[in-house]
């Protein structure tokens, strides 16, 4: 079968879009595999009553996970607490402090972090980041 310059140029056409949409999908799904994520929580606020409030995020096994984290109390009780899926207790964050800590993952699992406040007053802040 023979093609005329019409019928090459649209077949070029469509190798060129093709080759092109193959390259953004490899850019992208390489570009997906970062190695960071971030989570930011905050409040500046007064819970009236006892809260608790889960954030859940899964790691997998060996992730070394970076927690950055500030809170300040002027009244009430609050809890930062890094926990697995069978709610045994990973790390527990100094309150009324700011600080840094690294947290090795044993097991590939649903993490939850929950923020727990008592007739809290005053604000808090915790970002973790998969490094």
């Known amino acids: 079968m023979k093609l005329n310059s019409y ?4 077949v070029c ?21 970062t190695t960071s994520i971030t989570r930011c ?4 606020g007064e819970w009236t009553d006892s809260s608790k409030i889960p954030y859940t995020i899964t790691f ?22 890094f926990v697995d899926s069978q709610g045994n207790l990973i790390y527990e964050f100094d309150t009324g402090k700011k600080g840094e800590k690294d947290i090795k993952i044993e097991k590939t699992d649903k993490y939850n972090l929950f923020i727990e406040g008592d007739k809290f007053k005053g604000n808090y802040e915790i970002t973790c980041k998969k490094s």
């Open 7 to 10: 019928q090459k140029s649209f």
């Open 13 to 33: 056409i469509i190798i060129f879009v093709l080759i092109t949409f193959l390259s953004c999908y490899t850019v992208i799904k390489e570009n997906n595999k």
């Open 41 to 44: 929580m905050s409040t500046n």
């Open 60 to 81: 997998n096994q060996g992730d070394t996970i970076r927690f950055n984290y500030k809170s300040t109390i002027k009244d009430g009780k609050l809890l930062l607490r």
